[in-house]
């Protein structure tokens, strides 16, 4: 059974830091696609950032870049999103989520075939 297991969330103070971890069991996800989203109460999940399977390319959210950063550690099944700078509406639930194959960087929740519970991320002004 494939399980994504987020952690690293919590309260922060406006301009401070987190690290959000994922990580991967059940299977082997060094070919999928990773991805890390948000949704915020009454609101849609929106796209945050994705790596592809190499790692060698990343692609985020206009409302992000600069600030955010992914990356994944295929030895160990795991990826990150090192948030800084964080502001007030970087308030949500963050979720991981993996596609397997194909080599194209989706930005839509629909595309994605496993997703974790999600991590709550609040930042106080």
């Known amino acids: 059974q494939v399980q994504l297991e987020e952690s690293g969330g919590g309260l922060v103070q406006a301009g401070g830091s987190l690290r959000l971890s994922c990580a991967v069991s059940?299977?082997?996800?060094?070919?999928?696609?990773m991805a890390w989203f948000r949704q915020a109460p009454g609101k849609e999940r929106e796209f945050v950032a994705v790596?592809?399977?190499?790692?060698?390319?990343?692609y985020y959210a206009n409302s992000v870049k600069g600030r955010f950063t992914i990356s994944r550690d295929n030895a160990k099944n795991t990826v990150y999103l090192q948030m800084n700078s964080l502001k007030p509406e970087d308030t949500a639930a963050y979720y991981c989520?993996?596609?397997?194959?194909?080599?194209?960087?989706?930005?839509?929740?629909?595309?994605?075939?496993?997703w974790g519970q999600g991590t709550q991320v609040t930042v106080s002004s």
């Open positions: 989520a993996a596609r397997s194959g194909g080599t194209y960087l989706y930005t839509t929740p629909r595309e994605y075939n496993y």
């Open positions: 059940g299977r082997s996800f060094s070919n999928d696609n």
């Open positions: 790596i592809a399977w190499r790692g060698s390319t990343k």
